[in-house]
């Protein structure tokens, strides 16, 4: 709860929003929020896996999303099952279900390896935070790694595993109990052989730049451009309206917000977005340029992230263009603990992507991150389901509430520019 008062605090101070007690949003500030039901997680017991049928053998849907039951214990049973490999890319980890099944698989014998965001491996004074000890202690070989920029701009923010390399999670699901709880989330279980070969040569390409637990290193240089990582996709290729679509991107090799960029372009019918954040312009005015040529354009974005600093201007060009825009903060009930996660788009109700990937500058240019597209008909009716039921949820934003608080915000800046 406190990370949470304090996340609001300071974009409640970016943009000058007054607080009601306890740094809840004043009613005059935004639209209220109306409250989803929660439906709170029931972990399932697990009992010490042990070397049974592997991973091919599960029986795991294609889809889930982390309001509808517990993504947690599916996650887990792969890791269960894994017998020989397991490579795991992850943001941020606190989930102790998970984390007990890793260290159950190392001690197995299965060789894991973990890269976390350097930001979110340590807890205060740099120390490795409870789960990233004990995993090493089992044997995880564990390794950290930032974005291409300075530390507090660059991150390493997949969330993917794969697992003997037949079969790999991806999605906007990091793996904390708060995503499984709090958060609107998506996982996909993939078994696609040349999507699976094309996550293990960027999961080797990001092993090689990332630096073991405790080694302080304050840059990371822009890492070269590697044909292995485009390859595979080459026949896992995916037809859309006469374009041809990867079924995975990578980020920050510079073709991700391009290769989206091309498949809003192709759209004709309508686009679907569902995405925590939106400022990459790109990506923006091609969304406004479908509406202007007949598509049918839907947002919804996390309403923090939505009248942020970052991303107000860009969602002030979207409603004025007439795009409904809508905001939500997940399904906690609880003030201020939820977020609007996902990171997906549905286009033309047939081509769906989905993955880390935020619609953003930083996504494009400083983090690691990584997205699939799938045409597959069980995916897209999953997500397109997951959309309108996440739409007639959300409320609605007005370009007059946004023209307000960058007034407010305009006027702050010549307050404190006068100050001086």
Request: aromatic share 8%.
């Amino acid at each position: 709860m406190v990370k949470h008062i304090f996340r609001f605090l300071a974009a409640a101070i970016a943009l000058s929003l007054p607080l009601s007690p306890l740094g809840a949003r004043a009613e005059s500030s935004l639209p209220s929020l109306k409250a989803a039901a929660v439906k709170q997680p029931v972990l399932e017991s697990r009992a010490p896996a042990s070397s049974g049928p592997g991973v091919e053998s599960l029986n795991l849907p294609p889809v889930m999303f982390a309001d509808e039951g517990v993504v947690g214990n599916s996650i887990a049973k792969v890791l269960d099952a894994a017998q020989s490999t397991l490579d795991i890319a992850i943001y941020s980890f606190d989930y102790r279900s998970l984390r007990n099944a890793i260290t159950e698989a190392a001690e197995r014998g299965v060789r894991v390896r973990l890269i976390i965001n350097a930001g979110t491996a340590y807890e205060e004074g740099k120390k490795p935070s409870a789960d990233i000890e004990a995993m090493e202690k089992a044997g995880v070989q564990i390794r950290t790694l930032r974005g291409v920029a300075n530390y507090y701009r660059g991150i390493q923010h997949n969330k993917f595993m794969i697992a003997d390399g037949k079969i790999m999670q991806s999605g906007s699901f990091n793996w904390t109990k708060s995503a499984d709880t709090s958060s609107s989330e998506n996982v996909l279980f993939i078994s696609d052989p040349a999507t699976i070969k094309a996550f293990s040569g960027y999961f080797r390409f990001m092993w090689a730049q990332a630096h073991a637990i405790g080694k302080d290193v304050s840059e990371y240089a822009p890492p070269p451009a590697d044909e292995e990582l485009v390859s595979p996709l080459a026949d896992a290729s995916i037809e859309f309206n006469g374009e041809a679509f990867p079924a995975a991107s990578f980020s920050p090799l510079g073709k991700t917000g391009e290769t989206l960029a091309r498949a809003v372009n192709s759209a004709s019918k309508s686009i679907d977005v569902a995405v925590f954040s939106l400022n990459l312009y790109t990506l923006v005015d091609g969304l406004i340029a479908a509406r202007k040529r007949g598509a049918k354009v839907r947002i919804v974005s996390d309403y923090m992230q939505a009248v942020g600093k970052s991303q107000i201007d860009g969602t002030l060009k979207l409603l004025e263009a007439g795009i409904d825009m809508r905001i939500n903060d997940g399904p906690s009930e609880a003030a201020n603990e939820g977020n609007m996660h996902h990171k997906f788009a549905v286009f033309d109700g047939a081509l769906v992507e989905t993955g880390s990937y935020n619609w953003t500058h930083g996504a494009e240019t400083r983090n690691f991150d990584s997205l699939v597209f799938s045409a597959a008909p069980e995916v897209v009716e999953a997500f397109q389901g997951e959309f309108e039921k996440l739409f007639a949820a959300s409320t609605k934003l007005k370009a007059s509430l946004i023209r307000e608080k960058i007034k407010e915000r305009e006027e702050k800046a010549a307050a404190k520019a006068e100050a001086k």
